[in-house]
């Protein structure tokens, strides 16, 4: 399906609009999560304390966009098989009849909520790689494809770690954006109580704003929007100074690069713009950048560290200057 890129604001504010019936108060959070559903690859992981809407927030953007959800409960029993599915043999109807057939898993949907993903074991969370990565799972040595989109949002919670295994950098490098949802304000929770006692039952009835074809037709017309060589050279300038960062011993990969170009064009297209803006880039340098750092030793214990470097690169990577056209 072929969509303009001036349509792709209209239909991504009106997904937005339908999930704010659900989730209260979070629009930059909103946004973002759909910018991220505009690229491919664009897996996010949510970390934050727990009864936040995280779950929830994953199901609004699947029953707005149109697209099957399932989700997965990580558990440090779970099996790559219980995510991928196998082969079972099936002995119904006569003995003649029998034979194996598959069953997929639930990694067989458009949005998957893996939720608690640090509680899996790295088996578990290989399978999951191969599935983000490769938009593909292999069973029995046979590789089968993902439906299109194929989105991973992942929950981790950030005061409980035992029990847990902690995600490889391989992994967090595969997630275009670590994000955190926050408590909402006060007059914000009230309002959602106020909703809830209208409402008189917990479910949510949103409505259905697009589908699968249209959101790939998106993503095609984010492919077109304009990106100036010299912000290109402002996004690698910014993620090669998270290299040299005195308090960094591992920079952001390429992949940070990509991120980031991604990020600012599904942002653009959303603004109902052509091209990039450095802005763009600044607004997404952060969530894209944060999660692919490895701290010097002496600041593993300081949780906002990561943050205040990308503040840090941010400050001092000069702007280009890109007028509007």
Same mark, same amino acid.
């Given at each position: 399906?072929?969509?303009?890129?001036?349509?792709?604001?209209?239909?991504?504010?009106?997904?937005?609009?339908?999930?704010?019936?659900?989730?209260?108060?979070?629009?930059?959070?909103?946004?973002?999560?759909?910018?991220?559903?505009?690229?491919?690859?664009?897996?996010?992981?949510?970390?934050?304390? +727990?009864?936040?809407?995280?779950?929830?927030?994953?199901?609004?953007?699947?029953?707005?966009?149109?697209?099957?959800?399932?989700?997965?409960?990580?558990?440090?029993?779970?099996?790559?098989?219980?995510?991928?599915?196998?082969?079972?043999?099936?002995?119904?109807?006569?003995?003649?009849?029998? /034979?194996?057939?598959?069953?997929?898993?639930?990694?067989?949907?458009?949005?998957?909520?893996?939720?608690?993903?640090?509680?899996?074991?790295?088996?578990?969370?290989?399978?999951?790689?191969?599935?983000?990565?490769?938009?593909?799972?292999?069973?029995?040595?046979?590789?089968?494809?993902?439906?299109?989109?194929?989105?991973?949002?992942?929950?981790?919670?950030?005061?409980?770690?035992?029990?847990?295994?902690?995600?490889?950098?391989?992994?967090?490098? /595969?997630?275009?954006?670590?994000?955190?949802?926050?408590?909402?304000?006060?007059?914000?929770?009230? %309002?959602?109580? /106020?909703? *809830? *006692?209208?409402?008189?039952?917990?479910?949510?009835?949103?409505?259905?704003?697009?589908?699968?074809? %249209?959101?790939?037709?998106?993503?095609?017309?984010? %492919?077109?929007?304009?990106?100036?060589?010299?912000?290109?050279?402002?996004?690698?300038?910014?993620?090669?100074?998270?290299?040299?960062?005195?308090?960094?011993?591992?920079?952001?990969? +390429?992949?940070?690069?990509?991120?980031?170009?991604?990020?600012? /064009?599904?942002?653009?297209?959303?603004?109902?713009?052509?091209?990039?803006?450095?802005?763009?880039?600044?607004?997404?340098?952060?969530?894209?950048?944060?999660?692919?750092?490895?701290?010097?030793?002496?600041?593993?214990?300081?949780?906002?560290?990561?943050?205040?470097?990308?503040?840090?690169?941010?400050?001092?990577?000069?702007?280009?200057?890109?007028?509007?056209?």
């Amino acid at each position: 399906m072929t969509v303009e890129i001036t349509d792709v604001s209209r239909l991504t504010n009106k997904v937005i609009r339908e999930v704010e019936r659900a989730i209260v108060g979070k629009r930059p959070l909103l946004e973002k999560i759909m910018a991220a559903a505009l690229t491919t690859g664009g897996h996010v992981l949510l970390e934050d304390y +727990p009864g936040l809407a995280k779950t929830l927030v994953a199901k609004s953007f699947a029953t707005a966009l149109g697209l099957e959800f399932k989700r997965i409960q990580f558990t440090p029993d779970l099996l790559p098989g219980d995510i991928t599915g196998g082969y079972v043999y099936d002995t119904t109807g006569d003995a003649q009849t029998y /034979r194996f057939q598959l069953r997929k898993g639930p990694l067989f949907a458009n949005i998957i909520l893996a939720d608690e993903i640090n509680r899996a074991s790295p088996k578990t969370q290989s399978a999951l790689l191969e599935a983000m990565q490769e938009v593909q799972v292999t069973l029995e040595g046979e590789t089968m494809p993902l439906p299109e989109p194929f989105v991973v949002i992942a929950t981790q919670n950030p005061i409980e770690y035992e029990g847990t295994f902690p995600l490889p950098e391989a992994q967090l490098d /595969r997630f275009i954006m670590k994000l955190s949802v926050g408590y909402p304000a006060p007059k914000e929770e009230q %309002e959602i109580l /106020r909703q *809830r *006692r209208e409402r008189q039952h917990d479910a949510f009835d949103l409505e259905q704003v697009t589908n699968s074809d %249209e959101l790939l037709g998106l993503r095609q017309a984010v %492919e077109r929007v304009h990106v100036n060589p010299d912000v290109e050279e402002y996004i690698v300038t910014l993620v090669n100074e998270t290299r040299r960062h005195r308090q960094v011993a591992v920079g952001a990969s +390429p992949r940070g690069s990509l991120a980031l170009l991604k990020l600012a /064009r599904a942002w653009a297209a959303m603004r109902g713009r052509s091209y990039v803006l450095p802005d763009d880039v600044k607004l997404f340098a952060e969530p894209a950048l944060v999660h692919r750092l490895i701290l010097e030793p002496d600041l593993w214990m300081q949780p906002h560290a990561a943050h205040e470097v990308i503040t840090d690169v941010v400050r001092l990577v000069p702007v280009p200057v890109i007028r509007e056209s």
